[in-house]
């Protein structure tokens, strides 16, 4: 069965930062576009970045522009999101999911994306 897993969330506090991954089970990672997502209590999920197959195009959301970085090891089978300068807007349960378009990974809209993990929870208070 295919699968994503997320870790590396956590409660740090503002200013901090964590490295997130998601790695992949069952299907081979290069052959799909990775996004990253969240979620905070109350809210719709949002689409805060998004890896080409390749690695070759990144694209964020203008709230962690300059601030997340996302990566790829294929050979690992791991997608990557470091999160710097936390601040507390952006606690919330973090997703990765797949996509075999990159339409849809350019768009960084939920509908477009597969696979989902379970999510991990950031937290990033005082």
């Known amino acids: 069965q295919s699968q994503l897993v997320e870790s590396g969330g956590g409660s740090v506090q503002p200013g901090g930062s964590l490295r997130l991954s998601c790695a992949a089970s069952?299907?081979?990672?290069?052959?799909?576009?990775i996004g990253w997502f969240r979620q905070a209590p109350g809210k719709e999920r949002e689409g805060i970045s998004c890896i080409s197959s390749s690695g070759d195009r990144r694209n964020y959301a203008d709230s962690v522009k300059g601030r997340f970085t996302i990566s790829r090891d294929n050979a690992k089978n791991t997608v990557y999101l470091q999160m710097n300068s936390l601040k507390p807007e952006d606690t919330a349960s973090y997703y990765c999911?797949?996509?075999?378009?990159?339409?849809?990974?350019?768009?960084?809209?939920?509908?477009?994306?597969?696979?989902w993990g379970q999510g991990t929870q950031v937290t990033v208070s005082s």
């Open positions: 999911a797949a996509s075999r378009y990159y339409s849809g990974c350019l768009m960084r809209s939920p509908d477009s994306f597969r696979s």
């Open positions: 069952g299907f081979t990672l290069d052959d799909y576009h």
